[in-house]
Nanobody
């Protein structure tokens, strides 16, 4: 059974940092793109970042470039999202995603094969 389990969310003040983790299990993800999306209630899910598991090539939404870093640890089968200089507008539920196609690299979630259940991030002003 494939599982993506997020952790690391919480409450932080503006300007602070958090590191989200996504532990992947149940299959080999070496040919997958892994990514993070976020969603605020009542709004569409928004692309944050993606990484190719094999090559480690990264992609970011313009809104987080220079502040967030996506990485992966193949030995631990875990993807991370380091979030620095957090802003109140970063407040959302953050979801881990896995896609065996190319859509994730352009920020699309339509081809996502697996989702985590999400972790909440709240940034206070």
């Amino acid at each position: 059974q494939v599982q993506l389990v997020e952790s690391g969310g919480g409450l932080v003040q503006a300007g602070g940092s958090l590191r989200l983790s996504c532990a992947a299990s149940g299959r080999t993800f070496s040919n997958y793109a892994m990514g993070w999306f976020r969603q605020v209630p009542g709004k569409e899910r928004e692309f944050v970042a993606a990484i190719s598991w094999s090559a480690g090539i990264t992609y970011y939404a313009d809104s987080v470039k220079g502040r967030f870093t996506i990485s992966r640890d193949s030995a631990k089968n875990t993807v991370y999202l380091q979030m620095n200089s957090l802003k109140p507008e970063d407040t959302a539920d953050y979801y881990c995603a896995a896609d065996d196609g190319l859509g994730l690299y352009s920020g699309s979630y339509s081809g996502v094969d697996y989702w985590g259940r999400g972790t909440q991030v709240t940034v206070s002003s």
